[in-house]
């Protein structure tokens, strides 16, 4: 929390990522002269991280897809109290965040100026997230205080129905055969596939998945990741998982 929340670095990184993001849109799709070519960046169905296939834009609209909680939108005012409360996380609790806190939050640094410009280019804005479809108009007061929005339900704003999983791969095929989606934004691998999450992945091989596949080239043209050491699928892994076997240094001084 004190990196993400607090530090200048966090916020030199998010700033990073939404420059990146808006010099894509410009340069990389906005010059291009038939736009029908472009090709989507969501994953086509029946693909697999080792054999990713994209579908060409045709005559859909363009749209920049993001993820909402720590990729747009900091929920300081949740964060807070669970920093001096401590303990794990309580689902309920954050039900009731996502439908009282909508005036205690700011936008991630960057994103609202990335977004509006992405918007006055012709680009379409929405936002796919795992909060409730039951707090829609919540979220979307959050996003408009936060100098976000507009993002209005099952249009620019596709939330998590009750008793749906919590993959995004089904609401974004369904953004897709609207838009063509030629940017996304996440904090999580799950915002921009769900194969990325399989639940008997080993940990070195998912972290391998985002560098050792024909996807690496995504990042930063296509694909952009925003920081966040609080929560989520990334913190996983125990020492003997995370650090090579032929990494096992030895202090020498230990040694005598």
């Known amino acids: 929390m004190q990196f993400l929340y607090g530090s200048g670095e966090a916020a030199a990184l998010s700033l990073q990522a939404y420059q990146a993001l808006w010099n894509y849109l410009k340069v990389e799709i906005g010059y291009r002269r038939d736009k029908t070519q472009v090709r989507s960046v969501v994953l086509a169905p029946g693909s697999t991280l080792d054999n990713p296939r994209f579908e060409p834009c045709g005559k859909r609209p363009m749209a920049v897809v993001l993820d909402i909680d720590e990729t747009a939108l900091l929920n300081l005012g949740y964060e807070r109290d669970e920093a001096s409360r401590g303990g794990s996380y309580d689902a309920a609790r954050w039900a009731r965040w996502e439908q009282s806190g909508a005036d205690q939050v700011a936008a991630v640094p960057g994103a609202a100026e990335a977004l509006a410009a992405a918007r006055r280019e012709g680009f379409t804005v929405i936002f796919n997230s795992n909060r409730s479809a039951a707090s829609a108009a919540q979220t979307a007061a959050a996003l408009?205080?936060?100098?976000?929005?507009?993002?209005?339900?099952?249009?620019?704003?596709?939330l998590r129905g009750e008793g749906e999983p919590s993959g995004k791969?089904?609401?974004?095929?369904?953004?897709?055969?609207?838009?063509?989606i030629v940017a996304m934004a996440g904090d999580q691998l799950g915002d921009f596939s769900d194969l990325f999450n399989a639940p008997d992945a080993p940990v070195a091989a998912r972290r391998n998945s985002v560098g050792g596949t024909l996807l690496a080239p995504l990042w930063g043209a296509g694909w952009f990741m925003l920081p966040n050491p609080v929560y989520g699928t990334g913190l996983k892994g125990g020492v003997d998982e995370i650090f090579p076997p032929d990494a096992r240094w030895v202090d020498p001084e230990e040694k005598k």
Do not use: S, V, Y
């Open 144 to 158: 408009d205080h936060a100098g976000l929005g507009p993002a209005a339900l099952f249009d620019t704003l596709w």
């Open 169 to 180: 791969d089904a609401r974004r095929q369904k953004i897709a055969q609207r838009f063509c």
